[in-house]
């Protein structure tokens, strides 16, 4: 069956870096956007990072300059680059996946189970 597994989280001091990666795996047809969102401790979760499958972006006001989305097609993986890291990006990061697959031909979105990034001195 379908997964994605987020990985590259960790605890990193404020304007530090850490790149996260997200890799798709199972039976799948094709996949179109790959996200990032986040959630903060008594917040909702929100749309950090969007990337389409022919490369173009979507950031939050957030984290534009900061952050950076890619994607390896190849590899049915998504990244997240983080730069310039501030406490408030502290959150349990999850990637999702809009992907067409033999159960769900017409499209579906799929989550990770996430990675905790903590950025404190």
């Known amino acids: 069956q379908v997964q994605l597994v987020e990985s590259g989280g960790g605890l990193v001091q404020p304007g530090g870096s850490l790149r996260l990666s997200c890799a798709a795996s199972g039976s799948i047809f094709s996949i179109n956007a790959m996200d990032w969102y986040r959630q903060a401790p008594g917040k909702e979760r929100e749309l950090v990072a969007a990337?389409?499958?022919?490369?173009?972006?979507n950031y939050a006001d957030s984290v534009k300059g900061r952050f950076t989305v890619s994607r390896d097609n190849s590899k049915n993986t998504v990244y997240l680059q983080m730069n310039s890291l501030k406490p408030e990006d502290t959150a349990v990061y999850y990637c999702?996946?809009?992907?067409?697959?033999?159960?769900?031909?017409?499209?579906?979105?799929?989550w990770g189970k996430g990675t905790l990034v903590t950025v404190s001195s």
């Open positions: 999702n996946a809009d992907l067409r697959s033999p159960k769900n031909r017409y499209g579906m979105n799929y």
């Open positions: 990337i389409t499958s022919g490369g173009s972006t």
